[in-house]
Nanobody, 126 residues
Framework: QLQLVESGGGLVQPGGSLRLSCAAS????????IGWFRQVPGKEREGVSC????????SYTNSVKGRFTISRDNAKNTVYLQMNSLKPEDTAIYFC???????????????????WGQGTQVTVSS
């Protein structure tokens, strides 16, 4: 069973930075494209970014382009989301999940079924 664990969230002031981590448990991440998603209470979960299995392709939702960077370290079985210039509207619970992807493409669409983890809370506030 694919299981990913998110970490790295916290409270940060506007303009600050955080790096989220998505670690795989019990399987090798190398063969999977991975996406980051976020959800605010009362709203649908939205795709933020994704990365192909090779790391050669990435994609971002418009609101985070130029501020967020997704990367992966297959040796550490981990995907990261570097978030810079954070804004209050980035406040959400962030999740990672396997996505529809190949070596050189990815979609911000989770491979279903997937048992979502607890996510990690990111709060941007002064």
């Amino acid at each position: 069973q694919l299981q990913l664990v998110e970490s790295g969230g916290g409270l940060v002031q506007p303009g600050g930075s955080l790096r989220l981590s998505c670690a795989a448990s019990g399987f090798t991440l190398n063969y999977y494209g991975i996406g980051w998603f976020r959800q605010v209470p009362g709203k649908e979960r939205e795709g933020v970014s994704c990365i192909s299995s090779s790391g050669g392709a990435t994609s971002y939702t418009n609101s985070v382009k130029g501020r967020f960077t997704i990367s992966r370290d297959n040796a550490k079985n981990t995907v990261y989301l570097q978030m810079n210039s954070l804004k209050p509207e980035d406040t959400a619970i962030y999740f990672c999940a396997p996505v529809i992807a190949g070596q050189n493409m990815c979609l911000m669409s989770p491979r279903m079924p997937y048992d979502w983890g607890q996510g990690t809370q990111v709060t941007v506030s002064s």
